[in-house]
């Protein structure tokens, strides 16, 4: 069985400061890990994914990760935060048949000015 | 708008009633998936369609669940004699697997209500 954990439920950081948001994945097999991100009263818009190749993988609106085999990691990061950024984040991972995602419960970003 | 759709983005109900959700992919992608999130939670995966195909489903989807994707186009979401468990969003997404990129769109969800 494939998991995912979001060891924080909310991450508080100032406009201007780095942001990480970490992920911890268990998964048989190679695994394809994703970041979504959930704006209040929206559905979830792809960020970036990991699926083979640079442990760091560049993604929408100035987010990374950094994919970290020996840990099961998958840390989203931004080297500057805006206020704009404030939202829900969610991780995935799947095995690579394109079928069901697992994700994780999330983590509430707050940034503040 | 070329993404995915979904229709209608609140339903309240009734313990008992029938209710049906339905979600229009974008269209040249090929998979379809279902899945359920409660506040607080990620979302939860319900099944998923290859074309017109139901390739799995998960143990949350009881009896009283069932998906259908005529023609491989749009599929239908019904839960039959809703329970006040069954209160939640459900999201459906779309991928096109065949280009291997594995990523999955997702439309704006249906927030069902179940009094």
Redesign the interface.
């Known amino acids: 069985a494939q998991s ?1 954990a979001q060891p924080e439920d909310q991450v508080n950081v100032a406009e201007g400061n780095p942001l990480t948001v970490k992920c911890t994945y268990s998964v048989s097999g190679n695994p ?1 890990l ?1 970041w ?1 991100v959930q704006y209040p ?6 960020l970036l ?1 990991y ?1 083979t190749g640079d442990n760091l993988v560049k993604g929408s609106y100035g987010f990374e990760a950094e994919f970290n085999k020996s840990q099961t990691s998958f840390h989203l990061k931004k080297p500057s935060a805006l206020v704009s950024d404030s939202a829900l984040y ?1 991780c ?1 991972v ?1 095995t ?1 048949t ?9 983590t509430r970003l707050q940034v503040t000015l | 708008d070329t993404g ?1 759709s979904q229709d209608p983005r609140h339903k309240i109900t009734k313990r008992g009633q029938n209710v049906t959700f339905r979600c229009d992919p974008i269209s040249e992608h090929n ?1 379809l ?1 279902w ?1 359920r999130q409660t506040l ?6 319900l099944t ?1 369609f290859q074309n017109e195909a139901q ?2 489903k ?1 143990r949350l989807l009881s009896d009283r669940f069932s998906a259908e994707r005529p023609k491989g186009s749009f599929s239908t979401l019904e839960i039959q004699r809703t329970e006040q468990g069954d209160s939640a969003m459900y ?1 459906c ?1 779309s ?1 096109f ?1 065949d280009r291997g990129s ?8 249906t927030r069902l209500t179940v009094t």
Do not use: D, H, M, W
């Open positions: 995912v394809y994703f979504y009263n929206r559905g979830l818009q792809f994914k699926i969610f995935a799947e690579g394109a079928s069901k995602l697992t994700f994780g419960t999330g | 995915v998979r998936y899945y607080g939670q990620g979302p939860e995966f998923y390739l799995e998960s999201l997404a991928s697997v594995y990523e999955q769109y997702f439309g704006p969800g």
